[in-house]
């Protein structure tokens, strides 16, 4: 399957609609309303909102130095996981587009020659980076749709300085070769902590697990491949692959630990 065919699609549409002048007098439709036509039924990949730019931030820079997106963040995140696996906007279906789960996404079916690949990815394609680029755009774009929900349950004498913090939010990435503060392993706490507590709109200090830790799946069965059909979670360095397995954290800590500096060399 290849997602980018949606992307090259309404490339080629554009492209052909402005290699034919429109005139009027032939009653032909507008551009305008050809390209609709031809894009209606897909999902436009549009991005962040608005026309400003704004800086993707190191996620522990997220953490101490913007209180407040980081709240919005964990937040947001709970609520991106939460969304209705039917949903192809939800985290489950977007996330399955790099690979399972094995469905196809925004109508767009398996390409002829694909062979049973799983996913829309490029990988060992000239198209790898640029195709990443369109889908970091696709997931960042669902996921600002949902803080926005999160930031309208703010009440009113929090809205402005919610709303001021949501505005130039981006989603954080990790440098997962930055040197570490001393003392702190090169797996951010954020991330391998199992819970996390924040303030939630009305201001009561809650304590949820960790969006960043792991995903709960409602239904595992288009997973395809064992053992992941059979876990209600997703697991990191589990300690097998029994239905019964867990993860286990140190494992993955110290494997990120010894391999720092290599991955810095890269």
């Known amino acids: 399957m290849k997602f980018t065919s949606v992307l090259l699609g309404l490339s080629v549409a554009t492209q052909s609609v402005f290699a034919h002048p429109y005139h009027a007098d032939h009653g032909e439709e507008s551009h305008e309303s050809i390209l609709e036509s031809r894009q209606s039924g897909f999902t436009v990949v549009s991005g962040a909102p608005g026309s400003a730019v704004y800086p993707r931030l190191e996620v522990r820079q997220m953490l101490f130095t913007k209180p407040n997106q980081w709240i919005l963040f964990m937040l947001g995140m709970q609520r991106f996981h939460a969304t209705n696996q039917a949903d192809k906007m939800s985290y489950y279906q977007i996330a399955g587009i790099h690979?399972?789960?094995?469905?196809?996404?925004?109508?767009?079916?398996?390409?002829?020659?694909?062979?049973?690949?799983?996913?829309?990815?490029?990988?060992?394609?000239?198209?790898?980076?640029?195709?990443?680029?369109?889908?970091?755009?696709?997931?960042?774009?669902?996921?600002?749709?949902?803080?926005?929900?999160?930031?309208?349950?703010?009440?009113?004498?929090?809205?402005?300085?919610?709303?001021?913090?949501?505005?130039?939010?981006?989603?954080?990435?990790?440098?997962?070769?930055?040197?570490?503060?001393?003392?702190?392993?090169?797996?951010?706490?954020?991330?391998?902590?199992?819970?996390?507590?924040?303030?939630?709109?009305?201001?009561?200090?809650?304590?949820?697990?960790?969006p960043l830790f792991r995903h709960d799946f409602t239904d595992t069965s288009q997973l395809v491949y064992s053992p992941f059909v059979n876990w209600a979670v997703t697991l990191r360095y589990p300690n097998s692959n029994a239905n019964t397995a867990s993860s286990t954290q140190q494992s993955s800590i110290d494997a990120f630990n010894n391999i720092r500096a290599s991955l810095q060399d890269q």
């Open 99 to 210: 690979g399972v789960p094995r469905q196809n996404w925004d109508n767009v079916g398996q390409c002829s020659s694909c062979g049973g690949t799983d996913g829309y990815c490029t990988h060992d394609s000239v198209l790898f980076p640029s195709w990443h680029r369109a889908y970091l755009a696709l997931f960042e774009q669902s996921f600002l749709n949902v803080v926005s929900q999160v930031v309208a349950q703010y009440p009113s004498n929090k809205q402005a300085e919610m709303q001021g913090a949501f505005s130039t939010m981006r989603f954080p990435y990790w440098d997962w070769a930055a040197q570490p503060k001393p003392g702190y392993p090169n797996l951010p706490q954020i991330v391998s902590n199992k819970y996390v507590t924040v303030n939630d709109p009305n201001g009561n200090s809650i304590t949820i697990i960790n």
